[in-house]
């Protein structure tokens, strides 16, 4: 148990789909991100959110739109995906002070048809 | 100047043996270097961390080597286990939020 909990484990969708991916974290951080792991290519970061407030936007394509309700919730909306976009997706947190350390959950597994 | 460069893509070591992983990096304003493990089905799991001003870190079995002149980076695992059969990243990051991940290595310890 890392204290991230992501669902669902698994999604296939078609490109035309909406689905939203989310994320929990346990661990009383205040910082957020999202990452994607692709075959064959390092971790991505994606986005970062402090205190609810996006700091960082990884130049990822608007079919990606994050959202931060509070500081323990975290969603990936996704919409009109290209089959490149299949990949694991991460979240993570930690808490904002410098050197920190990033808590990871298992991740969601995308698969888009 | 992002990049971080993460040797071998793949490794097999004997049950008892040392595992070695090396990393290098250009850009010198990283002040932050973690190591993270990850298993099949599983997120990355903080292994070991080190920051610049030292030049060796040991956690049990795990050792970070820095060499800043060198800009290179390495992870040793010694007494080698199957259970450390996984794949080890390299990070660096200034600050700690944006980390910059290695490729990756995929460790096999044969029993």
């Known amino acids: 148990e890392t204290g991230v909990t992501q669902t669902p484990r698994h999604l296939v969708m078609g490109m035309t789909n909406k689905k939203s991916l989310k994320c929990e974290q346990h661990l009383g951080h205040n910082a957020m991100y999202w990452y994607k792991q692709s075959a064959k290519k390092p971790l991505e970061l994606m986005f970062v959110y402090n205190f609810k407030e996006q700091t960082e936007n990884n130049s990822v394509p608007s079919r990606f739109s994050p959202e931060c309700p509070n500081s323990s919730h975290l969603f990936l909306h996704l919409h009109t995906l290209q089959p490149e976009d299949s990949a694991l997706y991460l979240c993570?947190?930690?808490?904002?002070?410098?050197?920190?350390?990033?808590?990871f959950g298992d991740g969601t597994r995308l698969s888009i048809l | 100047q992002q990049q971080v460069k993460q040797s071998p893509q793949s490794l097999i070591v004997q049950k008892g043996g040392i595992s070695i992983i090396n990393c290098a990096y250009e850009n010198t304003a990283f002040d932050y270097f973690p190591w993270y493990q990850q298993f099949p089905g599983k997120g990355p799991a903080l292994l070991i961390a080190?920051?610049?001003?030292?030049s060796e870190k040991k956690e049990g079995r795990f050792t970070i080597s820095f060499n800043k002149s060198a800009k290179q980076f390495s992870l040793h695992i010694m007494d080698s286990q199957p259970g450390d059969s996984a794949t080890y990243f390299c990070?660096?990051?200034?600050?700690?939020?944006?980390?910059?991940f290695g490729q990756g290595t995929r460790l096999t310890i044969n029993p």
């Open positions: 990070a660096a990051t200034q600050g700690a939020q944006k980390l910059v």
């Open positions: 080190i920051r610049p001003d030292v």
């Open positions: 993570a947190s930690s808490q904002e002070r410098t050197h920190q350390p990033q808590h």
